[in-house]
């Protein structure tokens, strides 16, 4: 027997920031959910990317960087420790692919710990996250009530989209009725 809250997973959803969000760390941020249970939540903000070349933390791994080749944000908990994202392309078996857990459809969390050659021919882009955003249990619930965000469907490319600048709005506009027309929000809504 499921419980209710197994049958509301968010995991492999989006979180998309509201304009009323007013956490610096969450402006205009996409978040990409990896767990969602009674434990709580953990995700990684899909569009901060920062100047820290892969190579230069994660030199074996630099050559499955996707574009931009740079370690990403993932959000302001353990920022000292890294994640990676990876799509599957294709129609492949993946059930059973060695250093790749599968998160949502083709989307999965890479073992850093992994020798890259054993995926390397497996894998599409990956992408590297120094930190990840987290809550507590009950409080993604409890700001999904005051609006702070949008919950939309992911895509695989969302991982590993070439211009993170634009990801929020690309999101949103996919959507349909009223989320589409968010994404023409003004950067600041005074110079409106």
């Known amino acids: 027997m499921s419980t209710m809250t197994e049958a509301v997973s968010l995991a492999g959803r989006l979180l998309v920031a509201t ?4 956490d610096p760390n969450f402006d205009r941020a996409v978040v990409l959910l990896l767990d969602h249970d009674e434990e709580g939540t953990l995700g990684v903000v899909l569009n901060r990317p920062t100047p820290v070349d892969v190579e230069s933390v994660l030199e074996p791994w630099a050559e499955l960087a996707g574009v931009p080749a740079v370690v990403f944000q993932g959000g302001p908990v353990a920022l000292d420790s890294a994640l990676a994202l990876a799509v599957v392309p294709g129609d492949q078996p993946i059930e059973e692919l060695l250093g790749w857990r ?4 083709a989307i999965g969390l890479v073992d850093l710990e992994a020798p890259p050659e054993l995926l390397a021919s497996e894998l599409g882009s ?3 996250f120094a930190g990840y955003a987290g809550w507590g249990p009950g409080q993604l619930e409890d700001e999904l009530l005051e609006g702070a965000w949008y919950v939309v469907e992911s895509e695989p490319g969302d991982v590993s ?6 990801l929020w709005r690309a999101v949103l506009r996919r959507q349909r009725g009223e ?3 968010v994404a023409t929000y003004p ?6």
Not at 102 to 105: A, L
Not at 161 to 166: C, S
């Open 19 to 22: 304009p009323a969000l007013t």
């Open 102 to 105: 599968r998160v949502h459809g």
């Open 126 to 128: 990956l992408r590297v």
């Open 161 to 166: 989209v070439p211009d993170p600048g634009r």
């Open 179 to 181: 989320l589409a027309m």
């Open 187 to 192: 950067d600041d809504p005074s110079m409106n």
